[in-house]
């Protein structure tokens, strides 16, 4: 048979069986004009070649294997040889393998010091396996299910929460004027894994850069109307505050681990990896009472500045 028909037989291109029989890996025969005639045997050698190609072992490196066949053994790695050559292929693999390891540890190393350089909170040991402060492309977006239609003109509860500044909060007596309270599922870390199907989740990714853009926002948005900032989670203080540290926040988080709040406000919420979240959404609460809610909230990392777009267009209508 012709070049052409050999590659189709044994699913290669031409160009491929050329240069197998540069290397002499294929000895084809010549009819009376010179054309090559490839037979049955060089098709079995050629397909040979392509599936030790599949387990990483290079055209060059087959040679025993193909021997093997032409000794009239049944199966290509039936020879001593050709088992050497797979212990071959298995030492390089385990060589690349330390040196990628060795080159991933040394990243991660240089990303956790990097993410908690300047924090008094102490390095974690765990291997930083996903960037909190970049949102991934293509994240879905959240649709209004109508689950904070109720929330304006409500008054908040008399509900307790410990804050990250020692404090203990009492969202019925925040004081007067507007506080700004930013209510979010979870905040990740470098080194800690968001739960299975985050980034699928409308809504759920992106806590930390909307922490990030409240941080950065903040004298604007004191000086726009904010008395004051909360952001508000279900996750424990200790973890919260190592997150101020970190971010540098200049505003207090409170822990709300028993979603009471969703409970007297009727907040809406959702499951991840079994556990339940408050779903993200921001109250303006102004002398006790919700008078303005955002939700769905995205995106989250330039949620901060869609709140101070308010306060002013507000303030500007109150003075």
Same mark, same amino acid.
């Given at each position: 048979m012709r070049i052409g028909e050999a %590659?189709? $037989?044994?699913?290669?291109? %031409?160009? $491929?069986?050329r240069y197998y029989e540069s290397l002499g890996l294929i000895a084809p025969g010549r009819l009376a004009n010179g054309y090559r005639d490839y037979d049955e045997h060089d098709v079995r050698l050629l397909r040979e070649v392509k599936a030790l190609g599949r387990l990483g072992i290079p055209a060059e490196r087959t040679r025993p294997f193909?021997?093997?066949?032409?000794?009239g053994m049944p199966y290509a790695d039936d020879c001593p040889a050709s088992l050497a050559g797979y212990h071959e292929a298995i030492g390089e693999l385990d060589r690349r393998i330390a040196e990628l390891t060795a080159r991933r540890a040394a990243l991660a190393a240089h990303l956790r010091h990097a993410a908690y350089r300047g924090s008094s909170a102490p390095q974690p040991e765990g291997d930083p396996v996903h960037d909190p402060y970049q949102l991934p492309a293509g994240l879905p977006v959240p649709e209004d299910d109508g689950g904070a239609d109720h929330l304006p003109g409500r008054a908040l509860p008399p509900v307790e929460l410990p804050g990250t500044a020692g404090e203990s909060v009492r969202l019925d007596a925040l004081g007067p004027g507007r506080t700004v309270l930013y209510v979010y599922p979870l905040t990740g870390r470098p080194d800690a894994d968001l739960p299975q199907g985050w980034d699928a989740i409308p809504g759920a990714r992106g806590c930390t850069t909307q922490a990030c853009g409240f941080r950065d926002h903040h004298a604007e948005l004191v000086a726009a109307g904010a008395a004051r900032v909360f952001g508000l989670s279900t996750q424990e203080t200790g973890y919260q505050r190592e997150v101020v540290e970190r971010l540098r926040l200049p505003f207090s988080m409170l822990s709300d681990p028993g979603l009471e709040l969703a409970r007297e406000l009727g907040l809406p919420t959702f499951e991840a990896?079994?556990?339940?979240?408050?779903?993200?959404?921001?109250?303006?609460?102004?002398?006790?009472?919700?008078?303005?809610?955002?939700y769905p909230v995205f995106p989250p990392d330039r949620h901060a500045e869609q709140v101070l777009a308010w306060l002013r267009t507000t303030a500007g209508r109150d003075s």
């Open positions: %590659a189709r $037989a044994a699913g290669v291109t %031409a160009k $491929a069986v193909l021997e093997c066949l032409a000794a990896g079994g556990v339940p979240l408050f779903r993200r959404l921001t109250m303006i609460v102004r002398d006790g009472i919700v008078e303005h809610v955002f």
